[in-house]
């Protein structure tokens, strides 16, 4: 396919070449034939081997484990192509790194968020498509188009084809997410329910209550991130003592680090399904109770749509 003032591009990174290869397919061309690897002392050498002069280039990296490693591999990628002549440069990062600080958590701390923006901005990128970031108002720190695109219809899609959504109740597994929480309730006409949570540290989080009737539900946990998984273990402890029948996550982002691919496996979660927005560790693939959402057709729709000059946002109407 062709952009509307132009050729399409599709150059990947190496965060996962498996979702920019399913993207490829999606979009029935080829990844753009490109080196990015590594020198001896570990610095990234990049090297496109097509003509881009006037294309319109998608480079497909996320910027997770190891983010700074993956972040530089994006930035030095965005650099190739603006020296070769691209015509516009859109960076697809699935899971956007860093979106967790996105404010000041305490004095003489740094709002990271931002300072990743200003990076890919400035790196010469000109448009920016993610997935559902960890607070919306981090598109207001790129001082360039950007599109927040959402899971949520895929994720909906399975739940219709998996479960009887007569007994079925959304969860929150904090008070920052019900917004998220609510809006899957609604598209699947469910009632809704809330964790209330004390956080005593990072990376720890302690239940402290559960806010609304889950006894005899399916209940369904829904958040952007799961990184130690401590917090769906424990909001899973609590729904099943408050009497809810079981309990299943549908989490856009799986970062799942250190043990976190034991601790789902061993706790009273049923299942845990997260796209693969990040590629997943050989821990998660061989972990019986977590399963993977493809999401490649939904980018490529998304690349599609942009290269041509149509709307993004009606992919989600």
């Known amino acids: ?84 002549s691209a015509r516009r440069i859109t960076a697809v990062i699935p899971y956007f790194g860093y979106a967790r600080q996105d404010r000041r958590s305490g004095s003489r701390t740094p709002i990271s968020a931002k300072l990743v923006a200003n990076l890919i901005t400035h790196a010469g990128v000109d448009r920016v498509m993610t997935l559902d970031l960890h607070a919306g108002q981090i598109q207001g720190f790129f001082d360039i188009p950007t599109d927040n695109l959402f899971a949520a219809p895929l994720m909906v899609r399975d739940i219709r084809e998996r479960f009887d959504l007569g007994k079925v109740m959304v969860v929150s597994p904090d008070v920052g997410g019900v917004a998220r929480a609510r809006g899957l309730a609604k598209r699947i006409n469910t009632p809704l329910a809330i964790v209330d949570k004390r956080r005593e540290r990072p990376g720890e989080s302690e239940v402290m209550n559960v806010i609304g009737d889950v006894s005899g539900y399916s209940c369904i946990l829904v958040d952007d991130i799961v990184d130690s998984g401590g917090t769906l273990v424990n909001a899973a402890d609590a729904l099943i003592a408050k009497g809810a029948k079981d309990v299943y996550a549908y989490i856009t982002h799986g970062v799942l680090s250190g043990g976190a691919a034991a601790r789902i496996s061993g706790s009273k979660l049923k299942e845990l399904v997260i796209t693969d927005s990040i590629l997943p560790t050989e821990a998660v693939t061989k972990a019986p109770n977590i399963r993977t959402l493809p999401i490649a057709s939904l980018i490529s729709d998304a690349i599609a749509r942009t290269a041509a000059e149509e709307s993004v946002s009606s992919l989600f109407d």
């Not at 080829?30 to 998608?58: C, H, W």
């Not at 993956?70 to 030095?76: A, R, Y």
Request: glycine share 4%; aromatic share 4%.
């Open 1 to 84: 396919m062709s952009a509307k003032n132009g050729s399409i591009k599709l150059v990947a990174g190496n965060s996962n070449p498996a979702l920019a290869q399913a993207i490829a397919q999606g979009l029935d061309m080829p990844l753009t034939k490109a080196v990015v690897r590594r020198f001896a002392d570990m610095e990234i050498f990049v090297e496109v081997q097509e003509n881009i002069r006037g294309s319109d280039a998608f480079i497909i990296q996320s910027t997770s484990f190891p983010a700074n490693d993956n972040l530089m591999e994006l930035l030095i990628i965005t650099d190739a192509l603006r020296r070769s």
